[in-house]
């Protein structure tokens, strides 16, 4: 079973607008973290939520956790054209990260 | 910023040559991993190294694949006879490893790109 899927798989917005990433998970787990990754660049960690945490703001970012459907979303407000990026959550057991597909974010100036 | 370094960017190899991927990690973490993207996939973990030896591998990390830690700074992913699915990206990461949930929030490298031809 897959573990942290994204949806939408491709984003595409004008700057400006929010952007809203889904990530679902399968299993159990002890935090979940999101990174950014540019193209052909490293990953870049965002924002990490525990599992007892609801919500969770850092500057334009908001993530929200769901465990009861294992699910969380990372909010992108006022986006711009810096942030076209791809968007990975990652769910952790122990000191493996499992990433999801990733969302491709595209903002348009 | 402290950041992890990886040698080479690209690389270009013949199948069935081996292959060394250098990292230098963040010079206080701990926790040293490799991950690799195959183009247009996700990420994948293929193994964590603690304390001078591999503390979790995943089944991507066969016979071919081994690391070392051969001085104080570098840390190595080597494949022995690479394969054509080998190609991909391969990431370096590190974590201090301590202090509660942000032991775990990875610092990459820009990564080095595996060609096998």
């Known amino acids: 079973s897959q573990q942290g899927e994204e949806d939408p798989q491709a984003l595409s917005i004008q700057e400006g607008e929010n952007a809203t990433m889904n990530c679902s998970y399968k299993t159990s787990i002890n935090n979940l973290q999101w990174y950014r990754q540019n193209s052909g660049r490293g990953l870049v960690h965002l924002i990490l939520i525990r599992s007892n945490e609801r919500e969770k703001h850092s500057g334009r970012l908001r993530v929200t956790l769901d465990t009861s459907k294992k699910s969380s979303s990372l909010l992108i407000t006022a986006s711009r054209a810096a942030d076209t990026a791809s968007y990975f959550c990652?769910?952790?057991?122990?000191?493996?990260?499992?990433f999801g597909e990733g969302t491709q974010l595209t903002v348009n100036p | 910023e402290p950041e992890v370094t990886q040698t080479p960017s690209h690389q270009v190899t013949q199948m069935g040559q081996e292959v060394i991927l250098r990292c230098v990690p963040i010079?206080?973490?701990?926790?040293f991993y490799w991950y690799r993207q195959i183009l247009g996939q996700k990420v994948e973990f293929l193994v964590s190294?603690?304390?001078?030896?591999?503390?979790?591998k995943s089944e991507i990390f066969d016979d071919q694949f081994s690391v070392e830690r051969p001085d104080g700074s570098n840390f190595t992913l080597k494949i022995r006879s690479t394969k054509l699915e080998d190609s991909a990206m391969y990431f370096c990461?590190?974590?201090?490893?301590?202090?509660?949930?942000?032991?775990?929030?990875?610092?990459f490298g820009a990564g080095s790109r595996l060609t096998v031809l």
């Open positions: 990652a769910t952790d057991k122990g000191r493996r990260l499992t």
């Open positions: 190294f603690y304390n001078n030896e591999i503390s979790e």
């Open positions: 010079s206080n973490h701990l926790y």
């Open positions: 990461a590190s974590t201090l490893g301590t202090g509660g949930a942000g032991a775990n929030v990875l610092t």
